[in-house]
């Protein structure tokens, strides 16, 4: 028998598949099919700050219309739902999840203040979440602000979420920080359990005709997969017991591999899950499997970081050093 189970922020998962955030993991209906197909955990959508202070206003805004018009205007309208206000709809859907799904439920939070990401992570633990995911999805383009003031900015709030929730922490990094393994090195110093690695930045585009700006969002590629795979196989020697997720691009149980070789404890999965449905996640377990029958792996644990930069053939693939040598392959000036 082969045995999948892996373990990520201290929970024991019995997949190393993991269905990340996306319009798959925001429905229970959706949700109860991913655990059906046999994924590990589930990444619910993240909660933004921005976005749940501005609907709240909105309706504020709109139910006080016309309050001062008449002595009986508040007679104008019924009772309000305000069920799907705010961050009650996330938090119903985290309660709602782990009530329907038989393996841990991951809530995401992104804040704008260090006081929202306190408040909202410590309301999605308390709905019932086995772990938070703070998702550092930022875009810094003040010229003001240094490279280590923003890291600095990140490990103030990562470190105030740490004091305030109980349950396992994982960080969403960004591919853009300068130095990641040394802010790697200081999460884990101040209470992170892992990181997740990396975030996708929404990319806009430009319609020349209209001369607008257009955000558009498009579901990664497999290219993408060596930016977190390369990382994943530098920080696994690093940090032996720090949980290494990798996120982006993996489409099949041989992606799998790679990330438990290169050291990755999970590797998560969206894009191919929308493209080709839940029921796919049985179909890479099945992929999985099959590698490490015909590669007589009994256990997943037992493949984790054998391709790490400690153990590869050559460690220097990892690094700058085959540049050079990889660009002549590529030229057919010279063979692998």
């Not at 550092?136 to 010229?143: I, R, S």
């Not at 990382?231 to 438990?260: C, E, H, Q, T, Y």
């Amino acid at each position: 028998m082969i045995d999948l189970r892996c373990r990520y922020l201290g929970l024991t998962l019995r997949s190393p598949i993991v269905a990340s955030a996306s319009p798959l993991t925001a429905r229970v209906t959706t949700l109860r099919l991913l655990d059906d197909a046999g994924v590990g955990a589930v990444v619910l959508p993240s909660l933004f700050e921005e976005e749940v202070e501005s609907e709240a206003m909105a309706l504020s805004g709109h139910l006080d219309a016309g309050t001062d018009s008449s002595a009986e205007a508040t007679s104008y309208l019924p009772p309000a739902d305000l069920s799907f206000v705010g961050p009650t709809s996330h938090i119903r859907l985290v309660s709602s999840a782990k009530s329907a799904l038989d393996i841990p439920v991951i809530a995401s939070v992104n804040g704008a203040t260090d006081g929202g990401w306190v408040r909202y992570a410590t309301m999605l633990a308390d709905a019932g979440a086995d772990a938070i995911e703070l998702n550092l999805y930022a875009v810094q383009a003040d010229p003001a602000k240094a490279g280590p003031d923003v890291e600095a900015e990140y490990l103030r709030l990562v470190e105030h979420v740490r004091w305030a929730v109980n349950v396992p922490l994982s960080v969403k990094l960004s591919p853009y920080l300068s130095s990641t393994a040394n802010f790697v090195h200081r999460l884990r110093d101040i209470g992170a359990d892992g990181v997740v690695l990396f975030n996708r930045f929404v990319q806009p585009d430009i319609d020349v005709e209209t001369f607008d700006v257009v955000p558009g969002v498009e579901l990664s590629q497999h290219a993408e997969m060596r930016l977190p795979l390369r990382w994943i196989g530098l920080l696994r020697p690093m940090f032996p017991d720090f949980s290494l997720a990798l996120s982006s691009g993996a489409r099949s149980g041989l992606d799998v591999v790679k990330g438990v070789l290169a050291g990755a404890d999970i590797v998560m999965m969206a894009s191919e899950l929308l493209r080709r449905g839940p029921g796919r996640v049985r179909e890479i377990e099945t992929e999985l499997a099959a590698w490490m029958t015909a590669h007589e792996y009994s256990a997943v644990s037992q493949m984790r970081g054998s391709v790490a930069s400690n153990a590869a053939r050559d460690a220097r693939s990892y690094e700058r050093a085959q540049y050079i040598h990889n660009l002549l392959v590529h030229a057919g000036v010279v063979s692998r």
